[in-house]
């Protein structure tokens, strides 16, 4: 590999650049003393600007664009991953599957194909508690639990995830024993990972739909555990 | 490049923020910024790993300043200048430079479900030999590159056991500058948490880190 520093000082610059231009939430600094259509400072005009010139240039369609949004906001979230979960709680054979190639046991549902970009799912036992990350930037698996929260994405999280992942979850109220191992997983390369919750106590008798509706996505990262339906027997 | 997105073992960033029933988006215009991104990426003039540098080249202090999303715009107004997709006089403009043919969108509506789970495209079905085998003790290469990297600094150094092997994957590094995609296995690598952080860690944790071939010599 050779990246010199010229191609890395090129690269910096450029981006650099664009970050000097007026900032998003930053006053328009008036320092052209020519006439033309100055780009707006505030966000949501500088983006409106940006979606008008690339529909008119045909580089997007935006029928596209309301679909893509459509789809992470409606479509695609945590219930997809719930009802994977829900499944692999109720049927053993399909949660070998899901452990063995996740692709494949999720392309049941639709939600991944067997070609297509990869994902793992790590199980939780009484001897072991998992926790995914992204330390480098904000690696999820949309697939599964839709668009990341905030918090995931955010320095606080991916810092202290990986050197004091104990800290971290006790912030979410989740409390580890001593002898439970954790596992983090930093999803440094193109796997998504997916965590397999415990079942609760006093879920035998649920079918798969109710299954589903007890599981959260905090718990599909490893930040919660699943808790017993509530009113229900513990 | 040694960037403040390097950020895991990092601490007194403070504490994480919560936000209970937290909306996908938080403004409309992040929602247009994240769909632009994925429409525009259709044309494949750049790969996830060029976008990801995008925002790793800000100025340590933007990086943290700037939203998620504040990000994302500048990295697709970067990507969108350098890979000739639009010039810099049109983004000022906000217009099509005079006498522009009219391009055809190659991600219409209709697509949008079909494409979703090939989104990152960065595994490759080409038959490599791995360089290492599963439950093999490796060590992480102490390497400081200029440029995009994904192994972490957490982890440059370390002794580690191979976990399980994912097969191939383009190598981010060069990826990232188009330099090409130089396929290599990825192996999910576990080290002790005690080998990352010392003797105050848990006995028995550990961190799962992804890595390539590149990132690993025998131990």
Known sequence: MSITRRDFLNA???TAGAAMTPG??????????HEHQAEPSDPTLRVKALESLLVEKGLVDRAALDALVDTYEHKIGPRNGARVVARAWADPVYKQRLLADANDAMADFGYLSKQGDRMVVVENTPTVHNLIVCTLCSCYPWAVLGLPPVWYKSAPYRSRAVIDPRGVVREFGLELDQNVELHVWDSTAELR?????????????????ELA???TRDAMVGVARVAPPSGGKR | MNGIHDMGGMQDMGPVEYEKNEPVFHAAWEARVFAMMLAAGAWR?????AFRHTREVLPPADYLRLSYYEQWLLGLRDLLVRRGLVTAAELENGAPAPGTAKATPPLTAD???????????????IPMSPRFQVGQRVRARNINPLGHTRLPRYARGKFGTIDRDHGVF?????NAHFLGENPQHVYSVCFPAREL??????????????????????A
């Open chain 1, 24 to 33: 998003l939430s930053d006053a328009h600094p008036d320092e052209h003393d």
């Open chain 1, 193 to 209: 990972y997916m965590v397999l919750p415990e079942r609760p106590a006093g879920t035998e008798q649920l079918n798969e739909d």
């Open chain 1, 12 to 14: 910096a610059t450029a």
């Open chain 2, 45 to 49: 003039k750049w790969n996830l790993d």
């Open chain 1, 213 to 215: 509706a007890l599981v």
């Open chain 2, 197 to 218: 952080w010392g003797a105050s860690a848990a006995e028995k944790d550990c961190v799962y880190v992804d890595m390539w071939d590149d990132y690993l010599d025998p």
């Open chain 2, 170 to 174: 383009v190598f981010p590094d060069t």
């Open chain 2, 111 to 125: 697509k949008v479900p079909a494409t979703l789970p090939t989104r990152i495209h960065a595994n490759r079905d």
